[in-house]
């Protein structure tokens, strides 16, 4: 027999932690958005100034958002991968 629930947070509610890590995230994205305004401040200007980090970030970022399709064009093994029964 389950007991009444009488603490805690609501079923369904965003713990606390949670809801600050949405609130650094945007602090940070409104943050850029306001640098981007500026030429000067831009992430183009940085790119710019510092080719070298700008592609690190660039590269860290982008291999998150890589998605893969795989598609079989041609369901046989590649030589190495066959079993050598037909040799015994």
């Known amino acids: 027999m ?3 629930k009488t603490g805690g947070r609501v079923k369904g509610s965003i ?3 949670t ?3 949405k609130t650094v995230k945007e602090v940070v994205l409104n ?3 306001k640098r981007e305004e500026t030429q ?3 992430l183009e200007a940085f790119a710019e100034e510092y080719p070298k980090e700008f592609y ?10 890589v998605k893969a399709v795989v598609e079989v ?6 030589p190495f991968m066959k079993s050598n029964e037909s040799e015994s």
Do not use: C, D, R, W
């Open 56 to 65: 690190n970030i660039a590269a860290k970022l982008i291999q998150m958002e």
């Open 15 to 17: 713990n606390e932690s």
């Open 19 to 21: 809801k600050q890590l």
């Open 40 to 42: 000067e401040t831009s």
């Open 31 to 33: 943050t850029f958005l």
């Open 73 to 78: 064009i041609k369901s046989e093994l590649p």
């Open 2 to 4: 389950k007991g009444k």
